[in-house]
């Protein structure tokens, strides 16, 4: 558990997880090119991870995997944002609507997938994003 966590939240100062990443963009780039080949734009959306909305989750996870070093729980949003700007990708990040709304709602089962109320406010968050701000 400690490379899982390590390669999307670590520092990786030895760059160990860099070529998961910089392929993650290749790709990413590589499938915007086909969805534009058949006329149609691509959008990545980023779906915020358990630990990165409930606080208690990630120290739960960090004692029980006895998870070492440093973690920056928005790395991976970081690095997405990157590519979206490097390859011109349209990006739709979840994680602020969702830690907005997670001081007044859980948004997750036990299991670490959405609940209803996190698959709603999925739904309303992408119908604005994607139809300019009309859900």
């Known amino acids: 558990q400690q490379a ?7 520092a990786d100062e030895a760059q160990r997880f860099e070529p998961a990443w910089a392929l993650t963009g290749r790709l990413l780039q590589a499938f915007k090119k ?11 959306v980023y779906v915020p991870s358990i ?4 606080p208690d989750n990630w120290q739960t996870k960090r004692e029980l995997h006895g998870l070492l ?3 920056d729980l928005q790395k991976p949003n ?3 944002a990157g590519f979206a700007e490097k ?14 709304r997670a001081k007044t709602e859980t948004l997750y089962l036990r299991d ?9 406010l999925a739904a309303t968050s992408l119908c604005a994003n994607l139809h300019g701000g009309k859900p």
Do not use: C, K
């Not at 390859?87 to 907005?100: G, K, N, S, V």
């Open 78 to 80: 970081i690095r997405m």
């Open 69 to 71: 070093g440093e973690f």
């Open 34 to 44: 086909r969805v534009e080949a058949y006329g149609a734009r691509l959008t990545v």
């Open 4 to 10: 899982f966590y390590e390669g999307l939240y670590g």
């Open 51 to 54: 630990v990165q909305i409930e």
């Open 112 to 120: 670490s997938h959405w609940n209803a109320a996190g698959h709603a």
């Open 87 to 100: 390859y011109d990708l349209r990006l739709i990040d979840l994680l602020a609507d969702f830690e907005q």
